[in-house]
């Protein structure tokens, strides 16, 4: 059974940093694309970074460079997002989402995890 299960979210002060991790299990971690999203209320879900299967490529949507850092330990099944200078407006629901390069029509996703940026 798949699994992508999120953690480290919570409330933060602007400025303020958070660590996310996701862990998987249940398909082959090291042959997957990750990837973290997020969905504020009322907006669509957006791309926040995807990083390739061994970790050597990443890639960030305009808007979302430099504040965010998209890691993963192969050796862990866990993928990772830093978010550091955080805003008002990064308050969402962080979702993981994998995807095997070997089955590219396979899509898994995590529940999500709420970050909250207030003062």
């Known amino acids: 059974q798949v699994q992508l299960v999120e953690s480290g979210g919570g409330l933060v002060q602007p400025g303020g940093s958070l660590r996310l991790s996701c862990a998987a299990s249940?398909?082959?971690?090291?042959?997957?694309?990750m990837s973290w999203y997020r969905q504020a209320p009322g907006k669509e879900r957006e791309l926040v970074a995807s990083?390739?299967?061994?970790?050597?490529?990443?890639n960030y949507p305009d808007g979302m460079k430099g504040r965010f850092t998209i890691s993963r330990d192969n050796a862990k099944n866990t993928v990772y997002l830093q978010l550091d200078s955080l805003k008002f407006e990064d308050t969402a629901v962080y979702y993981c989402?994998?995807?095997?390069?070997?089955?590219?029509?396979?899509?898994?996703w995590g529940q999500g995890t709420q970050v909250t940026v207030s003062s």
């Open positions: 249940g398909f082959a971690f090291g042959s997957a694309v």
């Open positions: 989402r994998a995807v095997p390069i070997y089955e590219p029509t396979l899509d898994y």
């Open positions: 990083i390739s299967s061994t970790g050597g490529i990443t």
